[in-house]
């Protein structure tokens, strides 16, 4: 059973891609089956950094096939310039890419719609979203009236689907900015798109039946999940959350392929918290261990450079979202991020109105009343970021490590010290790569 799975068990960016990268082997297929260009991938190997958003970072291979699957929503100039970005930069970008059929299309609407919403928020209560139209476009995928699947692009009735939904979209455009906003060009756009379409026609394919196929003859399948659990539509911190199910519970209608060919599902964690955007985010440290955390960690947005708000570890979070993506193991990001501090805290539970609570509240009001309860660990004060064998971590990492996944439930099989590919190890010094990957 050929399935592996990496999820993010935060509020994303917990460096999936880099765990991505490290297990992938020749022929394998990557695939990215939710979100959009709201996600930001950074992977360092030889010396150089690629940031990716939509293309899987399999890219970066040779002899790796991408996928991007029908759960995806995509905006046809920003995949064509991460794909002329790369090419730029010499990686293949061909056969070895394809794009689903079935991926709903982000169009100017959508991301005028996702700033108008946000824009007309009340105080405190934008979500913070990335400003790139996913919202907008999820909700017309639910809604189907106003949806554009990629594959529509390519039939009779584009033009009039565009002039259709652009006639509607503009009666709410009107609406909601009082007749200020110029309306959208139905023609403009139809001839930009079909530009875009033509561009991307050597990729697109029916990428459920290539799955299938690929899973039935026993072919190894990645699939890297975009942001983290916390941001799952139904089962992170509503509403503060992203529009697609972002925890492991997403793999299979994302992907279009049965739970049973997901043989193993690895969480990755940072080693401390992040969360980019609103929301409730019970060990938030707004002072200046946070900004500690933000400069060591260089947590500014991959896609958006937001300063991103730091934290403690919160193992009532990670524990809830290990169980419900079936995390077999975890890998811990960003340890060495740690290293200058004396002592480290990791939440254990929550006290919510006097009452002490270590499952993960479902309602966002107790989320935001949930005050952490702390276990200290002793820090470890000491670079670790040239350490390749577990051994020589400092006893204290490791202790840390060890109670990491004791709290949450689930061995530490991966530890990065820094971003480069090989700035990694094994927790069992005797596995490599290609073993944990199955
Ligand atoms: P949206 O996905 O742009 O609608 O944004 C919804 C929420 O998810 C906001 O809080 C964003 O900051 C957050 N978000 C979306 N994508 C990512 C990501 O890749 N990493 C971290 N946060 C993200």
Redesign the pocket.
């Known amino acids: 059973m050929p399935g592996l799975c990496v999820i993010g068990l935060q509020?994303?960016?917990e460096a999936k891609g880099k765990i991505v990268d490290l297990l992938t082997r020749p022929n394998d297929i990557v695939v990215r089956y939710q979100?959009g260009a709201?996600?930001?991938h950074t992977v360092v190997t030889g010396g150089q950094t690629y940031k990716l958003s939509l293309i899987p970072s399999g890219i970066l291979r040779p002899d790796v096939q991408c996928v991007v699957t029908g759960g995806v929503v995509l905006n046809p100039p920003s995949l064509l310039a991460e794909i002329d970005g790369l090419v730029a930069r010499g990686v293949t970008v061909g056969k070895n890419l394809t794009i689903s059929d079935r991926a709903h299309v982000i169009f100017p609407w959508h991301l005028e719609e996702d700033r108008l919403t946000e824009g007309r928020a009340a105080a405190g209560e934008a979500?913070?979203?990335?400003?790139?139209g996913?919202?907008p476009c999820y909700r017309d995928k639910v809604g189907r009236a106003s949806a554009i699947r990629l594959g529509d692009m390519y039939r009779d009735g584009f033009r009039q689907k565009v002039e259709r939904v652009c006639a509607h979209k503009n009666v709410l455009i009107r609406a909601l900015t009082d007749g200020t906003q110029p309306p959208l060009d139905p023609v403009q756009i139809c001839e930009e798109y079909r530009g875009y379409a033509e561009r991307l026609r050597p990729y697109v394919a029916d990428t459920t039946s290539l799955l299938l196929d690929a899973l039935e003859a026993n072919r190894r399948v990645l699939f890297e999940g975009?942001?983290?659990a916390l941001?799952d539509v139904d089962h992170g911190t509503f509403p503060?959350?992203?529009?697609s199910n972002s925890s492991g519970v997403g793999i299979a209608s994302g992907a279009g392929v049965p739970g049973r060919y997901l043989q193993k599902i690895i969480g990755v964690v940072k080693a401390y918290s992040t969360r980019?955007?609103?929301?409730p985010f019970p060990t938030e440290q707004d002072n200046d261990l946070g900004q500690h955390l933000r400069t060591r960690g260089n947590e500014y947005?991959t896609?958006t450079r937001r300063p991103r708000r730091c934290g403690w570890f919160d193992a009532v979070a990670a524990r809830y979202t290990a169980r419900l993506s079936g995390v077999d193991s975890l890998a811990v990001m960003l340890l060495d991020v740690l290293s200058e501090l004396p002592e480290i805290k990791v939440c254990t539970a929550y006290e919510i109105d006097g009452r002490r609570v270590d499952v993960f509240p479902s309602h966002v009001d107790d989320l935001r009343r949930a005050q952490p309860v702390y276990e200290t660990l002793p820090g470890w004060q000491q670079e670790i970021s040239a350490v390749r064998d577990v051994d020589d971590l400092p006893a204290n990492a490791r202790g840390y490590l060890a109670r990491l996944g004791e709290i949450i439930g689930r061995p530490v099989e991966i530890i990065s010290v820094g971003p480069d590919r090989d700035q990694t190890m094994f927790a069992d010094r005797s596995r490599r790569a290609a073993e944990v990957a199955g």
């Open positions: 509020w994303g960016d979100g709201n996600a930001g979500i913070g979203t990335t400003m790139r996913i919202g975009a942001q983290g941001l503060y959350v992203t529009s980019v955007g609103g929301g947005g896609v």
